[in-house]
Nanobody
Framework: VQLQASGGGLVQAGGSLRLSCVAS????????MSWFRQAPGKEREFVAA????????GYSDSVKGRFTISRDNAKNTVYLQMNSLKPEDTAVYYC?????????????????WGKGTQVTVSS
């Protein structure tokens, strides 16, 4: 499966952004989807995950209550709604796909990665 993320940009602290990731090349609903992020000089970290039909989701503690992951299987798209953004949310955000759902992933768990989209939050 191929993944293409979009929707990043520059936003002020307290603002919102919605990231999208479109999948192609295979049956989208066969994959659990997740978002990761990587800030400069830091390791890639898990952000959020959603099961094949959206019945289950998981979040890192750092984004819980501010970010919402969702998916539209008819559009082969997973979303990440990011509210109340903080400067520490600044990172390149990656979407990822895996045949197995986990409420939290490590980078090694994921089979497929998209190219990232930059999110910059100014203070």
């Amino acid at each position: 499966v191929q993944l293409q993320a979009s929707g990043g940009g520059l936003v002020q602290a307290g603002g919102s952004l919605r990231l999208s990731c479109v999948a192609s090349g295979d049956t989208f609903s066969n994959y659990a989807m997740s978002w990761f992020r990587q800030a400069p000089g830091k390791e890639r970290e898990f952000v959020a995950a959603i099961a094949w039909r959206g019945s289950s989701t998981g979040y890192s503690d750092s984004v819980k209550g501010r970010f919402t992951i969702s998916r539209d299987n008819a559009k082969n798209t997973v979303y990440l709604q990011m509210n109340s953004l903080k400067p520490e949310d600044t990172a390149v955000y990656y979407c990822a796909a895996d045949k197995y759902y986990r409420s939290e992933y490590s980078s090694d768990d994921v089979d497929y990665w998209g190219k990232g989209t930059q999110v910059t939050v100014s203070s």
